[in-house]
């Protein structure tokens, strides 16, 4: 009963950790991997030569990869690791791999390990995962050992988005097929053509006037839809920005009033009141973060002016720096914080002309502008029956 108490504890324990394993790194910035916690029936020295007898085994014909019949080798050994590459059957993918060995003191293994393509990839078809398994697996599963036999239980399976875990896939001796390599070779190329965000030299505004910015009310014609800002709400929406007294409880410095109607009739509307504030944070580069104003400043999320101008009565306005490459430029999040685009006029009836200025400097600034959607600003200030804040 106790050995079976520490089986399960040593079990809970690689659970907790599996996600926290020692991986080899990828210079690829996007790339699919796999980590697993694995107990074995045996000493870990016992563990550590099998899978170095099984690597070794491959020149000398007295074992193969199951799994399309890969090649491994060892890269290097050090006391509880082994670091091993894989390339794949068709010479053209390499992946590597961290294993890491802890003796518990029931008389198993404690294995955690951790595969990463080297190159760019997103759907790997199981093959990390399986670069590990078929390192440790036994007869049980259906393997072949080399020097000895043992029981093995994965406690935890954590391929990256995009990666699979399926162990019938390990055990496939055919030839890559030509809808893989056409799937991969796709998945490549989009990943490898995604920009980097936020683009090199992004900055904001220079010389930033907050007092003139905030002088009178902002109309937006565009925006990204924000679980605060739903799509369903793109009418009649204004900004209003004021001076706020000094001595707020958080520090806050300016009173944000925002309105929007929704879409469809009878138009009710939502209104912040005065619940929501701003701190500045670097008023030359217009740089503010916003908040419920009951909310410490720390919790705020970013409001960056990214271009600005008085004379043409325009702004562009940013939930901070965008940072999630899209196959059409940067984008910011989608969240609460840290998301969101707009653009803002001084007119309440649109101008196409200056909204497509504006949209041509958000794209130069290396934005995504396909997220932005019009705003209707016609017919507004009519009688509403609902106010919601």
């Known amino acids: 009963?106790?050995?079976?108490?520490?089986?399960?504890?040593?079990?809970?324990?690689?659970?907790?950790?599996?996600?926290?394993?020692?991986?080899?790194?990828?210079?690829?910035?996007?790339?699919?991997?796999?980590?697993?916690?694995?107990?074995?029936?045996?000493?870990?020295?016992?563990?550590?030569?099998?899978?170095?007898?099984?690597?070794?085994?491959?020149?000398?014909?007295?074992?193969?990869?199951?799994h399309n019949r890969g090649t491994y080798s060892l890269l290097s050994k050090g006391e509880g690791e082994l670091n091993f590459q894989r390339v794949t059957g068709n010479k053209m993918f390499t992946d590597k791999q961290t294993f890491t060995f802890v003796d518990s003191a029931q008389g198993i293994c404690e294995v955690s390990g951790c595969s990463e393509s080297q190159g760019t990839s997103f759907a790997d078809f199981s093959t990390n995962y399986c670069d590990l398994r078929m390192l440790y697996c036994g007869s049980s599963e259906s393997c072949k050992p080399v020097l000895k036999d043992f029981a093995i239980k994965e406690h935890a399976v954590s391929?990256?988005?995009?990666?699979?875990?399926?162990?019938?896939?390990?055990?496939?001796?055919?030839?890559?097929?030509?809808?893989?390599?056409?799937?991969?070779?796709?998945?490549?190329?989009?990943?490898?053509?995604?920009?980097?965000?936020?683009?090199?030299?992004?900055?904001?505004?220079?010389g930033f006037d907050l007092d003139s910015f905030i002088q009178s009310r902002w109309y937006i014609q565009q925006q990204m839809p924000l679980p605060y800002l739903p799509a369903t709400q793109n009418r009649c929406v204004y900004a209003d920005y004021k001076k706020a007294p000094k001595g707020h409880i958080w520090g806050y410095e300016l009173d944000v009033h925002n309105h929007?109607?929704?879409?469809?009739?009878?138009?009710?509307?939502?209104?912040?009141?005065?619940?929501?504030?701003?701190?500045?944070?670097?008023?030359?580069?217009?740089?503010?973060?916003?908040?419920?104003?009951f909310l410490p400043g720390f919790l705020a999320g970013p409001y960056w002016v990214i271009a600005w101008s008085e004379e043409e009565g325009y702004a562009l306005i940013s939930g901070g720096a965008p940072t999630h490459s899209a196959p059409g430029g940067c984008r910011t999040g989608t969240g609460t914080n840290n998301a969101g685009l707009w653009i803002f006029t001084r007119k309440m009836a649109r101008d196409e002309a200056l909204v497509k200025k504006v949209s041509a400097i958000a794209v130069s600034k290396g934005f995504d502008v396909s997220v932005l959607l019009d705003v209707d600003q016609t017919g507004c200030g009519a009688e509403v029956t609902e106010v919601t804040v």
């Open 260 to 293: 929007a109607e929704e879409n469809a009739a009878p138009h009710v509307v939502h209104d912040s009141g005065s619940l929501i504030c701003a701190k500045i944070v670097d008023a030359a580069t217009g740089k503010l973060k916003v908040a419920p104003c």
């Open 1 to 66: 009963m106790a050995a079976t108490s520490g089986r399960v504890l040593a079990g809970l324990a690689l659970v907790a950790t599996a996600a926290g394993n020692k991986c080899p790194g990828s210079s690829a910035f996007v790339h699919a991997s796999c980590q697993v916690a694995v107990t074995a029936q045996a000493s870990c020295s016992d563990v550590m030569a099998e899978m170095e007898a099984r690597v070794a085994g491959i020149a000398g014909a007295t074992w193969h990869d199951p």
């Open 159 to 206: 391929p990256s988005l995009g990666a699979s875990d399926d162990p019938k896939a390990c055990l496939v001796s055919q030839a890559v097929s030509s809808e893989f390599l056409m799937v991969s070779r796709r998945l490549q190329e989009e990943a490898s053509s995604l920009p980097t965000c936020p683009p090199a030299g992004f900055s904001t505004v220079t």
